[in-house]
């Protein structure tokens, strides 16, 4: 008889740690593929935080059909469960790609 393995996933990467959020990769069971959480470091946010937040996804929507943007899937829960979900496409922090000495860091925006 066959055994039947699963796939362990892990349960989180943390991608950045700011002062106000971090951003991690998780596995969606649901989506069958990874995403990305961007949550609150506060237990409990401040209401300018959570503005924040949301002024974030609403313009991540607006841009959802725009290349070089990440997709913006929406937001979940509120107060401190607060998370914004994002697509995932195996991407890497600015800080990581200096700290890893990456030299094929395409700059795309004008700021």
Excluded: C, W
């Amino acid at each position: 008889m066959k055994s039947e393995r699963t796939e362990r996933r892990p349960s989180a990467e943390i991608i950045y740690k700011g002062t106000n959020s971090t951003t991690l990769r998780v596995y969606s069971e649901t989506l069958n593929t990874f995403i990305i959480h961007k949550k609150h470091n506060d237990e409990f946010p401040s209401i300018r935080e959570r503005n924040k937040f949301l002024k974030e996804v609403r313009m991540g929507q607006k841009l959802y059909h725009r290349d070089y943007i990440v997709k913006y899937i929406g937001k979940e829960g509120t107060g401190k469960d607060e998370i914004i979900i994002m697509e995932d496409f195996a991407a890497i922090s600015l800080e990581t790609a200096i700290a890893k000495n990456v030299r094929r860091v395409k700059i795309f925006t004008n700021v």
